[in-house]
């Protein structure tokens, strides 16, 4: 963490999002939304399969956005973190999307006979397999997990909205260890049933890390990306202060390094094995164009933010933290693309797919910052009631 006080004696609550800055947010994530929505038709036209599959893409890169709020604020929760408190409105206001990612599951449940290779009756997955991939199981524990998360996101956002009149220290370290502990084992799980079983014959057991190494590196960008926005538009200009930006800079470094460290370790471990369940992943992701791809998400997510982030002043800089994290933010859907779209257009890396299927990734975030505005204009963007508030705009607790 970064070092330094001020002498404030006093936080002015900023209130709701302002009408102008909301109808520009709220403008982006329409525009959005519906350039996703028209890829999608497109894509409905051209290929029923390969729409099935964008959509399956979008709806994961939007999810994970929507679990790291609920994932920021559960462990700045159980760690009694000060440092975070201004911050966590945001990511409480990211984590409002989850009740249309339950819904939104929906039609997945309805197409995955053209996205599954287990739902084929002729697959030949063995007992253990075709018990768990049965369609009822496989569905029923994953809308179990959307809905679990979706209960303790809402008790994290009507706790925190209560503290803003009631001025009371919250007490939920027990809600946020509990959280944690079923979001480890559930994450893990649902990101296995709904990306690797894609291929249902390979498996990693550090699928789940991966997932979760991404996830939170997205919403960290997101998060810094909305903080240095309503910071230049005037509302956080006196609560998010320089240490905060340095702060999120170095958490973006370190996750950065955490990614591509996990990363490293799922090839690693695969490649010095070489078993043959195992390695034909990889092998079909370094032919036919998806080599280069698989670079560039290494360079995008990490090198080069290693290597820009590195010094201290850039994390300082809103302008070089803010274009990084963008970049970050985009190249997520890319990884998730590389991970799922090999297994349907194996000798076609780059195509009309891709860009359809940004697209409607595109779409799936429109739709996130669209729930982000919704929330921020009914609620204060900061929890003023929080008593560490000025405790942390203040640095008291360095």
């Not at 249902?200 to 057991?205: K, R």
């Not at 698989?294 to 302008?319: D, E, G, I, S, T």
């Not at 929080?386 to 705009?393: I, N, Q, T």
Request: hydrophobic fraction near 55%; proline fraction near 5%.
């Amino acid at each position: 963490m970064s070092h330094g006080h001020s002498h404030i004696s006093e936080v002015r609550d900023p209130g709701p999002l302002a009408p102008a800055d909301y109808r520009d947010l709220a403008t982006l994530g329409t525009t959005l939304l519906c350039v996703g929505l028209a890829a999608l038709g497109v894509q409905l036209i051209n290929d029923l399969r390969l729409a099935c599959v964008a959509y399956l893409e979008g709806f994961f890169y939007a999810l994970c956005l929507g679990m790291a709020g609920v994932f920021f604020v559960a462990v700045n929760y159980a760690a009694n973190s000060t440092w975070s408190v201004p911050l966590r409105r945001l990511m409480e206001a990211l984590s409002s999307y989850l009740p249309y990612a339950f819904w939104t599951f929906i039609p997945i449940i309805a197409v995955h006979g053209w996205i599954y290779e287990w739902s084929d009756p002729e697959a030949h997955l063995g007992p253990s397999k075709t018990t768990y991939f049965q369609l009822p199981f496989w569905a029923g524990r994953i809308l179990i997990f959307l809905l679990a998360w979706n209960l303790f996101a809402a008790w994290f956002r009507n706790a925190s909205v209560r503290q803003d009149t009631d001025k009371q220290e919250l007490a939920p370290k027990l809600i946020a260890a509990l959280f944690l502990a079923f979001f480890g084992i559930s994450f893990t799980i649902f990101s296995v049933d709904l990306l690797m079983s894609v291929r249902v014959h390979w498996f990693s057991t550090i699928w789940g890390v991966y997932c979760f190494a991404g996830m939170f590196q997205a919403g960290l960008c997101i998060l810094i990306l909305l903080a240095i926005y309503l910071r230049a538009r005037g509302p956080f200009r006196d609560i998010f202060t320089e240490r905060h930006l340095f702060d999120l800079g170095t958490w973006m470094l370190a996750w950065c390094t955490f990614m591509v460290y996990i990363g490293f370790s799922q090839f690693m471990l695969i490649w010095y094995a070489n078993l043959p369940e195992e390695t034909p992943f990889f092998i079909d992701r370094f032919k036919a164009g998806w080599m280069w791809i698989y670079l560039v998400v290494f360079f995008l997510k990490w090198a080069v933010p290693f290597l820009v982030l590195m010094p201290k002043p850039a994390r300082r800089c809103h302008k070089v933290l803010g274009r990084m994290a963008l970049v970050i933010l985009l190249t997520e859907w890319l990884d998730i693309y590389w991970m799922i779209s090999p297994e349907f257009i194996l000798h076609n890396a780059i195509s009309l797919h891709t860009l359809l299927s940004f697209l409607v990734g595109l779409g799936f975030l429109g739709a996130v910052l669209l729930c982000v505005a919704r929330f921020l204009r009914s609620h204060s963007i900061v929890p003023a009631g929080d008593p560490r508030l000025l405790s942390s705009v203040r640095g008291d607790h360095l």
